[in-house]
């Protein structure tokens, strides 16, 4: 399968600061990519769509303004944690949607948030 | 809202044969996915389905019918690797091939 990347894997920062994750897909195109967040012995949530040279699309309950999300080129979405608090640490995700003939999401490793 | 439901935990032996069901009330249906996730990584595709019928791959199995909302997972010849979380999920029509995940399955094989 298609391979996708994040960086950084884990990462601890202090309440008040912002983060940026990156997710990459190696090996292939996507124009459209997920984030997710997976609290301890939880399903994944879809956090939003990001699609490459547009706005993304946030689902319900979601910030924008705190969540924000550049999705700049075919391989590269980033997620930019702002003004981080402790209840923002979790398990973030991202995925890229591959193409036919069922769209597989193919997933990243994840990255370990932890605000103090 | 959608809805999508799967036992919590099961527990099954070594070498055995194990059923995870899932079942699914969501406004608009384009097909069901599993996925298989180990505790802090990602999770990685099982199978997929889109019609009614049952899909064999290896020691994995998948079933699916629509009218029933009802998908289940079955995994056969349990080993001890097999120990994951599973994780039911469906594509919605329209949904911009999104996936709304289910509660998750915690399985443990034993000995």
Not at chain 1, 25 to 43: C, G, I, N, V
Not at chain 2, 12 to 27: H, K, L
Request: glycine letters at 8%; proline letters at 3%.
């Amino acid at each position: 399968g298609a391979v996708v990347s994040q960086h950084p894997s884990w990462v601890i920062c202090k309440s008040g600061t912002s983060v940026k994750i990156e997710c990459r897909s190696l090996d292939f195109q996507a124009t459209t990519m997920f984030w997710y967040r997976q609290f301890p012995k939880q399903s994944l949530m879809l956090m939003a769509t990001s699609n490459e040279g547009s706005k993304a699309t946030y689902e319900q309950g979601v910030e924008k303004d705190k969540f924000l999300i550049n999705h700049a080129s075919l391989t590269l979405s980033t997620l930019t944690v702002t003004s981080a608090h402790p209840e923002d640490s979790s398990f973030y995700i991202c995925s890229a949607l591959g193409r036919l003939p069922i769209y597989e999401q193919y997933f990243g490793p994840g990255t370990r948030l932890t605000v103090t | 809202g959608q809805n999508i439901d799967q036992p919590t935990e099961m527990t099954a032996t070594e070498g055995a044969i194990v059923q995870i069901n899932c079942t699914y009330q969501t406004s608009g249906f384009n097909g069901l996915f599993w996925y298989q996730q180990h505790a802090g990584e990602a999770p990685t595709f099982l199978s997929y389905n889109v019609l009614d019928g049952l899909e064999e791959k290896g020691r994995f199995s998948s079933f699916l019918s629509r009218s029933k909302g009802y998908s289940y997972l079955l995994l056969k010849e349990l080993q001890m690797k097999d120990s994951a979380s599973y994780l039911c999920a469906v594509s919605l029509t329209g949904g911009g091939n999104k996936l709304t995940f289910g509660t998750g399955t915690q399985l443990k094989v034993e000995l």
